[in-house]
């Protein structure tokens, strides 16, 4: 009875899910036509005019008694006149005021530590043994999870979580988060220009350090920005954040002309380290390592000369309604010893594979050729509808759409997943894969590293698409798709991290890395303290 009831709710679901797939391509397609209609309009309107004017003149004498015979037919009829003039101002108005003010992104800048932060596996691991007050399993459990996590010899860590006994204290987490914020903002203002009270928007994300002042007020502070700047301070909302602050920019740049956005993107290690043994929650430090960037938003028309990328869609996918699951596989808690950290459920994977099937439901519309398109909505009718057992879920080929794809480096698992189901090449995960390996997972930032990474290669032409995808608690997978103004030639050692390294990348990184550790001696201290500025 019991796996009877489950059939039908299974049922259910499924037809919920295909009602959902239907509405949001009905949706996305209508928004299509409606803005091919405005866009059109001018045109329509034109030719209205023409065919009124030929009837009226059916049989004009000349070409030039035709002002002379509109000015007649106006005198005569006044009222129609006056109607049709306000008409064409009013369809005017609707149609410049609908138009969406174009996002340029007018450059970015990644934040690289010096080489004081640089630690090994093998270092990472002794150190954070003793350190911490973890068993020997939870040592070797961080080991074996780190030789699997695509991690490489050379991320960064905070002087914090270098030193013996570990500084987990406010004030240091303050001057890691302010190195990484401050050394990215002064390489992006530097690179592009502008000056900080030409910015009417700022935007600082960072999802588990929340201090007060907010990090907004900290960088209206540090730069002197004016009174009437439009801030907004983003925390608690993961690695999936930084799209979330794209798009909270591209919304408030609707409304504040010729201006620019800031923004940051960026997460705290110092505080945020796990010096427990719970297993699910010590997954984070195998992964998380320290990293920032800024973008510099512009909905001034002038500045699309010199913006690298212009906003094409973004689409946000919120599954926190639709199980417990979904909204708790990613949560901040306390273990049984009070140990506060992140906890990692195993349903992760699967939970953030129906995120991405519901963003790219949404997304697909916006992008794909209608032969995709048609495709996709056959199979999901073949499944959902017709029962079809043996008939598979069919994932469009977003590659002839997109040309490049930056995917959240959450960590090896999560890379492989995506380029499965997305059928994407070696070459397409490259960017993700690498910033994985030399940067670590640098939470919402880790899209700007992986564009960076495709800039630094040589590899945006004028016209390409970039998709970016990350994933984050509650649960939410978020898109933005840029498209390319320009061939990005000249890349600033100011602004991109990877000038230092990008000769000797990509590197191939197996599946399973081993590497030895000796828990019994102890790491050397840091050499030096971060200057907060970027090596070269």
């Known amino acids: 009875m019991a796996s009877h009831h489950q059939h039908h709710r299974s049922i ?43 009837q009226l003149f059916s049989a004009p004498p000349s070409l030039a008694s ?51 932060h640089e630690a090994t596996r093998a270092e990472s691991i002794r150190h954070f043994a003793v350190a911490g007050r973890f068993t020997d399993e939870s040592v070797a459990f961080q080991a074996r999870m780190l030789e699997r996590a695509g991690v490489g010899e050379a991320t960064h860590f905070p002087a914090s979580l270098l030193t013996n006994p570990v500084d987990m204290s406010l004030q240091a987490a303050r001057e890691e988060s302010e190195a990484v914020i401050f050394g990215a903002v002064d390489g992006l203002l530097a690179s592009t220009g502008v000056r900080a009270e030409h910015i009417g928007v700022v935007i600082v994300n960072s999802s588990l350090f929340c201090p007060t002042p907010s990090f907004t007020s900290v960088v209206v502070s540090r730069y002197g920005m004016r009174h009437d700047v ?31 956005a800031l923004v940051v993107s960026t997460e705290n290690i110092t505080l945020n380290a796990y010096l427990g043994n719970h297993r699910p929650m010590l997954v984070t430090n195998t992964l998380f390592r320290m990293g920032g960037a800024a973008v510099l938003l512009s909905n001034r028309r002038a500045d699309r000369r010199v913006a690298k990328y212009q906003l094409v869609h973004t689409v946000r996918t919120h599954r926190g309604g639709a199980s417990d699951r979904s909204y708790g596989c990613v949560t901040q808690e306390e273990d049984g010893e009070g140990n506060v950290g992140v906890s990692l459920s195993k349903e992760l994977m699967s939970v953030a594979g129906e995120a991405l099937r519901t963003n790219i439901t949404t997304l697909g519309p916006l992008v794909l050729p209608l032969s995709e398109q048609l495709r996709f909505l056959a199979a999901v009718l073949l499944r959902r509808v017709l029962q079809r057992a043996g008939a598979k879920p069919y994932v469009p080929d977003f590659k002839l759409a997109l040309e490049h794809f930056c995917i959240h480096a959450g960590g090896r698992g999560v890379l492989d997943e995506l380029e499965r189901s997305l059928g994407l090449s070696a070459w397409h995960m490259e960017p993700s894969r690498m910033t994985l390996y030399r940067f670590g997972n640098t939470s919402s930032s880790s899209l700007w590293y992986e564009l960076a990474y495709c800039e630094a290669k040589g590899r945006i032409k004028k016209g390409d698409r970039v998709w970016q995808i990350a994933f984050g608690s509650g649960f939410k997978c978020n898109s933005a798709v840029w498209k390319a103004l320009r061939t990005v030639e000249e890349v600033r050692e100011t602004t991109n991290p990877w000038l230092a390294d990008i000769d000797q990348l990509p590197v191939h990184v197996p599946k399973v890395a081993p590497f030895t550790y000796d828990v019994d001696k102890a790491p050397a201290p840091p050499s030096s303290k971060d200057d907060g500025h970027h090596d070269a």
Not at 86 to 99: E, N, P, V
Not at 101 to 111: E, F, I, M, S
């Open 12 to 54: 259910a679901m499924d037809r919920t899910e295909l009602f959902r797939t239907v509405r949001h391509a009905t949706l996305n397609h209508a928004r299509q036509l409606y803005h091919r209609l405005l866009s059109r309009l001018p045109h329509l309107l034109a030719v209205t005019l023409l065919v009124a004017a030929a």
């Open 66 to 116: 035709a002002p002379r015979a509109l000015l007649l037919w106006a005198r005569a009829n006044a009222f129609l006149a006056a109607a049709a003039c306000l008409g064409f101002l009013a369809a005017a108005y609707a149609y410049a005021s609908s138009r969406p003010r174009p996002v340029y992104l007018v450059d970015l800048a990644g934040y690289k530590p010096g080489r004081a």
């Open 230 to 260: 439009v801030s907004h301070n983003l925390s608690g909302m993961g690695c999936s954040a930084g799209i979330i602050a794209i798009d909270l920019a591209k919304r408030l740049l609707q409304v504040h002309r010729d201006t620019y």
